[in-house]
């Protein structure tokens, strides 16, 4: 089994910055695929971000350039950099591990004021 705990959401104001983080615990696969998906209220839970062990990352069209994907392997921990935060962001979001299963965390509220 794999655990997952998110911290760092928030309220921010628009044109502000979040740091998300992710610590994964259990039995982590060296081939683990990390990431974070958010979902907003009314829509379905989308992709954000992902990154694998070996540092190749992934990410939605609506926050390249805004947003950055990190991790650290000796840690079993993910960020997520968030900058120039907009509106359209506010969502719940989730830390995600694919290994031979999916893992969701609890889920971390980033709410941005205009």
């Known amino acids: 089994q794999v655990q997952l705990v998110e911290s760092g959401g928030g309220l921010v104001q628009a044109g502000g910055s979040l740091r998300l983080s992710c610590v994964a615990s259990?039995?982590?696969?060296?081939?683990?695929?990390m990431g974070w998906y958010r979902q907003a209220p009314g829509n379905e839970r989308e992709l954000v971000a992902r990154?694998?062990?070996?540092?190749?990352?992934i990410y939605a069209d609506s926050v390249k350039g805004r947003f950055t994907i990190s991790r650290d392997n000796a840690r079993n921990t993910v960020y997520l950099q968030m900058s120039s935060l907009r509106p359209e962001d506010t969502a719940v979001y989730y830390c995600?591990?694919?290994?031979?299963?999916?893992?969701w965390g609890q889920g971390t509220q980033v709410t941005v004021s205009s």
């Open positions: 990154v694998t062990t070996y540092g190749s990352p």
């Open positions: 259990g039995n982590i696969f060296r081939f683990a695929v």
């Open positions: 995600n591990l694919q290994q031979n299963k999916q893992y």
